[in-house]
């Protein structure tokens, strides 16, 4: 009866919940834009504010400075909560971040991007609200609907969010490792959402995700770019040279063509196989999602192996070129190719930069150039994997099904969030991954959304997880 009240209460709030998120989704917390950095230092203070009115004792962080363009820049804070303390209950670490990726209307967003709007079929559309600010804010929503009702939260909780996991949670290992035996010494399992289901209708838990590492491919040749009247046909040109590397490096059929990338990729075993089985997903999403039939894959399975749990490379632009309409017949004196390799386990990071430099410096011989090469791996991230039998699991998977009266899929996702990796090593916890948003939400993409009905039932989905950890026996 006591969650009975608590779901009737997240009911009763729900628009008070919407408005506080259209609240959120109006501040630009965008980390990667030097212009909107105060913005984004201002949203942690929001979170910071919020979580004391709510009775948590909060720590700020200030995790160092970057530099972008010549200029020196604040790291954005990491905010730091601690809600309970009561010995006799487990702890959980709550983790999410508050910025969000660059939106401009002129994208092709049908709203204004930073006004939260819901259209007739429900869907709250604006910058952060599937990713991240959406499933954040329903933490704090959880806790506030059990003060309201006055039911003690079952758990304590810790809460670390961070404004600048889209570029690169630059400064926040540092952090975690610190505090790993301060202020997180009593953490007994983590807690993260910022990822989605597979499909529109049934919840998952996810306990694998790809690394990424991120390579940068520069051709130097003239001093200056060219005329390609005047120099065309007398010159090395440095974007030929580039694309001649680019196209080595997949086919079509998207598979990798750097010599050992898939020699280490961990062997499909049958125990593993099975649970591809029954997952709620179809090629017609994927349609969908894409808006064209360009998939690779005719089957499910295949797709989802290939998006989980195997690597894959993807070219993703050209700096020092010009791409703006129209025509320009410039030939680049320096165009920097950038691609990234999605890794799984067994791949180690170092062991995939050596072979990618090894295979682009040996080809780029190949092409009898006098320009030169430089590559460079601007980051990597290890993969992660965890066990779903572990009783953080069961917790989840208790919580899914009372709200959603459904047995939640086990999955494993293509993306990457490096810092769970992070949270696994240097606490030794598990970590699940307890996504609210649906796999059409559009994070990264235009009208990024999230449906009203998973906002409210995944913060239901929240406060029952604290319940059902409290319950669970640890093994």
Same mark, same amino acid.
């Given at each position: 009866?006591?969650?009975?009240?608590?779901?009737?209460?997240?009911?009763?709030?729900?628009?008070?919940?919407?408005?506080?998120?259209?609240?959120?989704?109006?501040?630009?917390?965008?980390?990667?834009?030097?212009?909107?950095?105060?913005?984004?230092?201002?949203?942690?203070?929001?979170?910071?504010?919020?979580?004391?009115?709510?009775?948590? !004792?909060?720590?700020?962080?200030?995790?160092?400075?970057?530099?972008?363009?010549?200029?020196?820049?604040?790291?954005?804070?990491?905010?730091?909560?601690?809600?309970?303390?009561?010995?006799?209950?487990?702890?959980?670490?709550?983790?999410?971040?508050?910025?969000?990726?660059?939106?401009?209307?002129?994208?092709?967003?049908?709203?204004?991007?930073?006004?939260?709007?819901?259209?007739?079929?429900?869907?709250?559309?604006?910058?952060?609200?599937? /990713? /991240?600010?959406?499933?954040?804010?329903?933490?704090?929503?959880?806790?506030?609907?059990?003060?309201?009702?006055?039911?003690?939260?079952?758990?304590?909780?810790?809460?670390?969010?961070?404004?600048?996991?889209?570029?690169?949670?630059?400064?926040?290992?540092?952090?975690?490792?610190?505090?790993?035996?301060?202020?997180?010494?009593?953490?007994?399992?983590?807690?993260? !959402?910022?990822?989605?289901?597979?499909?529109?209708?049934?919840?998952?838990?996810?306990?694998?995700?790809?690394?990424?590492?991120?390579?940068?491919?520069?051709?130097?040749?003239?001093?200056?770019?060219?005329?390609?009247? +005047?120099?065309?046909?007398?010159?090395?040109?440095?974007?030929?040279?580039?694309?001649?590397?680019?196209?080595?490096?997949?086919? @079509?059929?998207?598979?990798? &063509?750097?010599?050992?990338?898939?020699?280490?990729?961990?062997?499909?075993?049958?125990?593993? *196989?099975?649970?591809?089985?029954?997952?709620?997903?179809?090629?017609?999403?994927? *349609?969908?999602?894409?808006?064209?039939?360009?998939?690779?894959?005719?089957?499910?399975?295949?797709?989802?192996?290939?998006?989980?749990?195997?690597?894959?490379? !993807?070219?993703?632009?050209? %700096?020092?070129?010009?791409?703006?309409?129209? #025509?320009?017949?410039?030939?680049?004196?320096?165009?920097?190719?950038?691609?990234?390799?999605?890794?799984?386990?067994?791949?180690?990071?170092?062991? +995939?930069? %050596?072979?990618?430099?090894?295979?682009?410096?040996?080809?780029?011989?190949?092409?009898?150039?006098?320009?030169?090469?430089?590559?460079?791996?601007?980051?990597?991230?290890?993969?992660?994997?965890? #066990?779903?039998?572990?009783?953080?699991?069961?917790?989840?998977?208790?919580?899914?099904? @009372?709200?959603?009266?459904?047995?939640?899929?086990?999955?494993?996702?293509?993306? @990457?969030?490096?810092?769970? &990796?992070?949270?696994?090593?240097?606490?030794?916890?598990?970590?699940?991954?307890?996504?609210?948003?649906?796999?059409?939400?559009?994070?990264?993409?235009?009208? %990024?959304?999230?449906?009203?009905?998973?906002?409210?039932?995944?913060?239901?989905?929240?406060? @029952?997880?604290?319940?059902?950890?409290?319950?669970?026996?640890? %093994?």
């Amino acid at each position: 009866m006591s969650l009975e009240k608590f779901f009737n209460a997240i009911d009763a709030n729900q628009d008070i919940y919407v408005q506080r998120l259209k609240e959120i989704v109006a501040i630009k917390s965008i980390s990667g834009e030097p212009e909107c950095r105060a913005d984004t230092i201002f949203m942690g203070e929001w979170f910071l504010a919020e979580l004391e009115r709510l009775g948590a !004792s909060t720590k700020r962080v200030e995790p160092g400075t970057q530099e972008i363009g010549g200029r020196t820049l604040p790291l954005p804070p990491v905010v730091l909560a601690t809600y309970g303390t009561d010995p006799l209950k487990k702890t959980v670490l709550v983790y999410g971040h508050y910025d969000v990726q660059p939106a401009l209307k002129e994208d092709g967003w049908t709203t204004d991007p930073f006004t939260l709007t819901e259209d007739k079929e429900g869907r709250l559309i604006g910058r952060g609200s599937t /990713d /991240d600010k959406g499933p954040v804010l329903g933490w704090l929503c959880a806790i506030e609907a059990h003060q309201q009702i006055g039911l003690e939260l079952p758990v304590n909780v810790k809460f670390c969010f961070e404004g600048m996991e889209e570029s690169g949670s630059e400064g926040l290992d540092a952090v975690i490792v610190q505090e790993a035996q301060a202020y997180f010494k009593d953490v007994d399992c983590v807690c993260i !959402s910022d990822n989605y289901w597979l499909g529109k209708t049934k919840p998952c838990l996810t306990y694998g995700l790809r690394g990424v590492s991120y390579f940068m491919v520069s051709v130097k040749g003239p001093a200056a770019d060219l005329h390609s009247g +005047v120099f065309g046909g007398t010159v090395h040109e440095p974007m030929t040279d580039l694309v001649q590397l680019f196209s080595k490096l997949v086919d @079509s059929q998207g598979r990798i &063509l750097i010599p050992g990338i898939m020699d280490q990729v961990a062997p499909l075993t049958d125990e593993e *196989r099975k649970l591809y089985d029954g997952l709620e997903f179809d090629t017609a999403d994927l *349609r969908a999602a894409l808006g064209t039939e360009t998939e690779i894959h005719d089957n499910s399975i295949d797709s989802l192996m290939h998006r989980m749990r195997y690597p894959s490379l !993807s070219i993703h632009g050209i %700096e020092g070129a010009f791409y703006a309409p129209g #025509s320009k017949t410039v030939i680049p004196s320096n165009p920097i190719g950038k691609f990234s390799i999605r890794s799984v386990p067994n791949m180690d990071p170092a062991r +995939v930069t %050596e072979l990618v430099k090894a295979f682009l410096d040996a080809e780029f011989e190949k092409l009898g150039t006098k320009n030169t090469l430089e590559v460079s791996c601007d980051h990597a991230g290890r993969p992660w994997f965890s #066990s779903p039998n572990h009783w953080n699991f069961v917790a989840g998977a208790r919580a899914v099904e @009372s709200v959603y009266q459904l047995k939640p899929d086990l999955t494993r996702e293509g993306g @990457s969030i490096p810092v769970t &990796l992070t949270f696994q090593e240097a606490l030794d916890k598990n970590v699940l991954l307890l996504p609210m948003g649906a796999c059409d939400d559009g994070a990264h993409s235009i009208n %990024e959304k999230v449906d009203r009905r998973n906002f409210v039932e995944g913060i239901k989905m929240f406060g @029952s997880y604290f319940h059902e950890l409290a319950k669970v026996v640890m %093994e």
